[in-house]
């Protein structure tokens, strides 16, 4: 009668043993990988934070939140998960300080809130608080939403596959031109893509503020990659289509709708990209997006024209050197044109659109049976062309350079010379006096621009564009110098030139000469003359090609 209990008690305590036996591996197995994942988290952040030049990007920022992620999703259980969760939240903070995104400050909120009620015995319950306490979240206001901070991301839950990330670049800060509660129109949904490149351009009736995110692919709800422009204080035209259907290597379609009663929001479906830049022009307003494919897509995707054998008299420093460096395809930009007659001339009735649509075509015709290349014009009639598709004419035709041509204009008929510029920040008044002028705006929307302009050049080819405007203005003011007197050379410029935003390629504008001139009009009008700096635009872009690919011969 009393062997039947120790018996019981023999089996209970064989089967105990048995089951921590198969137990204690996986269990151990599990806090091995969690601590060695979170390891690897922690080496990823100190070399983030020792490449200042590297957290100025998103991605960089949030492979090191996935390392972490991974952990307390995955191993829920695990010793290490609270410190995952916890050090999530400490990433979403700092990120915040770059994006400056209130859906990073809502994430990183919402990971410290999980770790005081999901680890409460934690030692990271009490540095959540903690650091819940310095952004004013605890104490009075414990439980609160912050005023900044949307109620529903403080009470969200994180997916449990892969928290979803939005991807923000810091909202532009626009001061409101229009009257509290009136909705500005959006009049207009363009775009022009190529498969490594594609840009869509919102038209607005009137300057608005706008906010934009990336969206990650929502496999759950079967949503793809997702970007949107959100524009404030903004209707939807009546005849504006809710939706666009690109279909090219980069975006699917494009939506439109009102997303509530004072906001439209447009949402672009990605199939694939690299990076993406958004920015807004005045005069008239418009958002315009330039999303790139990744490198080895924009390889495969190459379609330059291959250039022709050279003929005998070809000289060295042009074809083999274009083709060393693989400048097959220039794009020759005529400014102005149809509505838009740019500047007026000294003599009546002469206008800056038809002489640089004269002497583009000089160019192109000279340039293709110099330097044997692809050569496209913007615009070979007078038609009028937006200056953001003439960039996009460029980086969808996979241009190798982009040069626009212009004459100059000035109030005192006595100014007179050549002058090349290239993107970037202006350097003095007058500089920002030809920019306001060429992009048919306000010296203030010069000076607004500037303020975002060092953003929208990480992609732009800032020291190949200002070695080509060296080449080519010393070229041009050499070529003119052997046949006029009185040229003067007024030096290669920076300034935030419209047309030149967004490119991909080097590219310059050239402000051939002074049209307001009496003796430079007159000059201008001469097809000696005109063909003299066409000359000296080529002479520049062969040295530079020269110079860029030393010993080429």
Same mark, same amino acid.
């Given at each position: 009668m009393h062997i039947k209990p120790a018996i019981k008690s023999f089996f209970l305590l064989l089967f105990l043993i048995s089951t921590a036996w198969c137990i204690t591996p996986a269990a151990q197995l599990d806090a091995a990988t969690a601590k060695a994942q979170y390891l690897s988290g922690n080496r990823a952040v100190r070399a983030l934070e020792k490449r200042p030049e590297k957290q100025a990007f998103r991605e960089n920022w949030m492979k090191c939140i996935d390392k972490f992620q991974r952990i307390f999703l995955t191993m829920p259980n695990s010793e290490w998960a609270a410190a995952a969760m916890y050090r999530s939240g400490q990433l979403f903070l700092e990120l915040h300080k770059h994006?400056? %995104?209130?859906?990073?400050?809502?994430?990183? *909120? =919402?990971? $410290?809130?999980?770790? @005081?009620?999901?680890? #409460?015995?934690? &030692?990271?319950? /009490?540095?959540?608080?903690?650091?819940? @306490?310095?952004?004013? $979240? @605890?104490g009075k206001n414990a439980g609160k939403p912050d005023p900044k901070v949307s109620s529903s991301a403080l009470r969200g839950k994180i997916p449990h596959k892969k928290a979803m990330k939005y991807k923000t670049i810091k909202q532009v800060v626009q001061k409101p031109t229009h009257k509290p509660g009136t909705n500005a129109l959006i009049t207009g949904i363009r775009h022009w893509s190529n498969p490594s490149y594609t840009r869509v351009v919102i038209d607005l009736e009137q300057d608005r503020k706008f906010s934009h995110a990336l969206l990650e692919k929502n496999t759950t709800l079967n949503k793809p990659q997702r970007l949107f422009v959100d524009i404030q204080d903004s209707r939807l035209a009546r005849k504006l289509p809710k939706q666009t259907y690109i279909n090219d290597h980069l975006l699917t379609k494009i939506r439109a709708a009102q997303h509530d009663l004072q906001s439209v929001r447009v949402v672009? =479906? *990605?199939? %694939?990209? =690299?990076?993406y830049k958004i920015f807004s022009l005045k005069d008239p307003c418009r958002v315009v997006v330039d999303v790139w494919a990744k490198k080895e897509q924009q390889v495969a995707s190459s379609t330059h024209v291959l250039p022709r054998k050279p003929s005998n008299g070809t000289t060295k420093?042009?074809? !083999?050197?274009?083709? &060393?460096l693989g400048?097959?395809?220039? !794009?020759?930009? #005529?400014?102005?044109?149809g509505k838009d007659p740019g500047a007026g001339g000294y003599q009546a009735g002469v206008q800056e659109k038809n002489v640089v649509l004269?002497? &583009?075509? /000089?160019? &192109?015709k000279k340039m293709k049976?110099?330097?044997?290349?692809? !050569? *496209?014009?913007?615009?070979t009639k007078d038609k009028f062309l937006s200056l953001e598709k003439r960039t996009a004419i460029a980086n969808t035709q996979n241009a190798d350079l982009f040069i626009s041509l212009h004459c100059n204009a000035a109030e005192n008929k006595k100014l007179a010379g050549v002058e090349t510029y290239f993107l970037n920040l202006a350097t003095d008044d007058e500089a920002i006096n030809v920019a306001a002028r060429e992009n048919a705006t306000s010296?203030?929307?010069? %000076?607004?621009?500037?303020?975002?302009?060092?953003? $929208?050049? /990480?992609?732009? /080819? *800032?020291n190949e564009s200002g070695r080509l405007a060296k080449h080519v203005q010393k070229a041009i003011c050499t070529g003119l110098s052997k046949k006029y007197s009185n040229i003067h050379n007024l030096g290669v410029k920076q300034a935030p030139f419209y047309v030149l935003l967004g490119a991909s390629m080097p590219s310059i504008l050239v402000e051939t000469s002074f049209i307001s001139n009496k003796l430079e009009c007159k000059r201008l009008l001469q097809s000696s003359y005109q063909n003299r700096i066409c000359d000296g635009i080529i002479d520049g872009v062969a040295a530079y090609i020269k110079e860029t690919a030393p010993g080429k011969s």
């Open positions: 994006s400056y %995104s209130t859906q990073d400050k809502q994430e990183a *909120i =919402d990971l $410290l809130q999980r770790v @005081t009620r999901r680890y #409460p015995r934690s &030692a990271y319950k /009490k540095r959540a608080l903690a650091l819940l @306490t310095s952004l004013d $979240l @605890t672009m =479906d *990605i199939k %694939s990209f =690299d990076n420093d042009s074809l !083999v050197h274009q083709l &060393a400048v097959k395809t220039i !794009v020759i930009d #005529p400014g102005h044109g004269s002497m &583009a075509k /000089k160019l &192109a049976s110099r330097l044997k290349c692809n !050569v *496209i014009m913007t615009r010296k203030k929307n010069i %000076s607004d621009l500037q303020s975002i302009l060092n953003d $929208l050049m /990480k992609n732009a /080819k *800032i």
